[in-house]
């Protein structure tokens, strides 16, 4: 069965950079079929796509965050990551890492439990 | 700027009440590019309807899935209690994710 798990740092300063990895376990995160996603949700708020990449390494990023977010893949590790520089308060939320099923007109299909991010001195 | 409005922002409902959710989208929906999901209090949101109509694995019969072009729908024929949550619909275009701002159900 397909799982996703986020880790990283729960507390960031603010003007720094946020990074998150999610570890991808039970089948490969090198296949063509799917994408590996990044959506936040700040607290009491929706959910907000941050951007996506392919295990080839092609990236999508919400133009909004464009200027400060890098995703990367390490097909080795079956992980991928995320980087959200220049953060501030505006940035804490819960953090979700995900999968989009490209066969099912791409939803996100799995998610992980989600992380959450607290941008504060 | 692909934009999702949801309507409407809660519905409160008895139990056995039929719920019908909105979703318009500001431009047509490419083919079959829409989904909805379902977020309980506390939880992880999970994907209940994709390709606009087609259930989820596991997810009961009484939710379904509807529309086309600009204006999809999200109906659960016969409320039971543990429908209470937050749905959200969200749609694929040119490789750019979209989430609607969700409804409220209450039951």
């Known amino acids: 069965q397909l799982q996703l798990q986020e880790s990283g740092p729960g507390l960031v300063k603010p003007s720094e950079t946020l990074s998150l990895t999610c570890s991808v376990s039970g089948d490969s995160i090198s296949q063509s079929d799917f994408f590996w996603s990044w959506i936040r949700q700040p607290p009491g708020k929706g959910l907000e796509w941050i951007g996506s990449?392919?295990?080839?390494?092609?990236?999508y990023y919400n133009p909004s965050l464009k200027s400060r977010v890098t995703m990367s893949v390490d097909t080795s590790k079956n992980q991928f990551s995320l980087k959200v520089n220049s953060v501030t308060a505006a940035d804490t939320a819960l953090f979700y890492c995900a999968r989009i099923d490209r066969r099912l007109f791409d939803p996100f299909d799995v998610w992980g439990q989600g992380t959450l991010v607290t941008v504060s001195p | 700027e692909f934009v999702l409005t949801q309507s409407p922002a809660t519905l409160s409902l008895s139990p056995g009440e039929r719920a019908t959710l909105s979703c318009r989208a500001g431009?047509?929906?490419?083919?079959?590019?829409l989904a909805w999901y379902q977020q309980k209090p506390g939880q992880t949101p999970r994907l209940l309807i994709h390709?606009?109509?087609s259930r989820a694995a596991g997810i009961p019969d009484r939710f379904s899935g509807g529309g086309s072009g600009t204006d999809f729908t999200l109906t659960i024929s016969r409320l039971e209690p543990e429908d209470s949550a937050i749905y959200y619909c969200q749609q694929f275009e040119n490789f750019q994710w979209t989430f609607g701002q969700g409804t409220k159900v209450e039951i």
């Open positions: 990449i392919h295990y080839t390494g092609d990236t």
């Open positions: 431009q047509t929906v490419s083919r079959q590019y």
């Open positions: 390709s606009v109509s």
